[in-house]
């Protein structure tokens, strides 16, 4: 299985982060977590086109985590994509979102595909041949962390946006890569969000492998993020980057 980091950054514009994106692949199949704007471009540097994509699960409805579902569904409209399946799935408010967008947008309504709209509950599911557990998480109403794995023992897990929980500890128990928010430094705390050292004890609670920081303001920019976290967890410790990659089993 194989992480990519396709956008670590926020609802601020910035030249090397995108908003936020992950990609998940393994045996063939690949599933996004978040879609956040500009996100499908790097999917394609990534060489996954939306031909690849099986898969999109949300986080929540921010638009930084989101708003290429849009363009995602314009697209699956050219003639090139006839026949194509792909699921969507999210917290219940999906399919109003979706019908929302579509209201405004009337060209956003599948043509040739199909597209699979799934409001998830908290629980064990699989999404396009992934082991995929939904954990209820501190932020919107409707925000959701997700652990994915390939059914052979590599898992990730992917905070969303968040802030101090249980269910942070429960969604990254004993996996291999925990991606998890870092918006801001310590010194600057924000409600709804963590910071480095936030989310290392998240990590150390959960024993988890490698702790990925990510989702990052401009006010991270300087700081000694790692410096932060590995004050409460000993494990490896990684800033996210644009187009990383995690290799994982």
Not at 145 to 169: H, K, P
Request: hydrophobic share 45%.
């Amino acid at each position: 299985m194989q992480v990519t980091i396709l956008g670590c950054g926020t609802a601020v514009p910035s030249f090397q982060r995108f908003p936020a994106g992950y990609l998940v692949e393994a045996d063939g199949s690949a599933l996004a977590v978040d879609l956040g704007p500009g996100v499908l471009r790097r999917l394609a540097q990534v060489g996954c086109g939306i031909e690849r994509l099986d898969a999109v699960i949300l986080t929540h409805y921010h638009t930084d985590h989101c708003a290429d579902v849009a363009a995602l569904l314009f697209a699956l409209r050219n003639p090139r994509y006839a026949g194509k399946k792909l699921t969507i799935a999210g917290a219940p408010g999906l399919r109003s979102l979706i019908a929302d967008l579509t209201r405004g947008w009337p060209w956003l309504e599948p043509r040739g595909c199909t597209v699979e709209l799934v409001e998830v509950e908290p629980g064990v599911m699989e999404i396009a041949g992934f082991e995929v557990v939904a954990v209820p998480v501190v932020h919107t109403a409707q925000s959701l962390a997700y652990r994915v794995g390939d059914g052979f023992g590599a898992m990730a897990a992917f905070s969303g946006d968040a802030d101090v929980c249980d269910g942070l500890v429960e969604v990254a128990r004993d996996v291999d890569l925990f991606v998890c928010e870092a918006a801001y430094p310590d010194e600057l705390r924000q409600v709804g969000h963590l910071t480095p050292k936030l989310a290392a004890q998240h990590a150390a609670a959960a024993e988890c492998g490698v702790l990925c920081l990510t989702h990052f303001y401009p006010e991270c920019q300087g700081v000694d993020l790692v410096g932060q976290a590995a004050a409460a967890f000993s494990g490896t410790i990684v800033l996210a980057e644009d187009l990383m990659q995690f290799p994982l089993g």
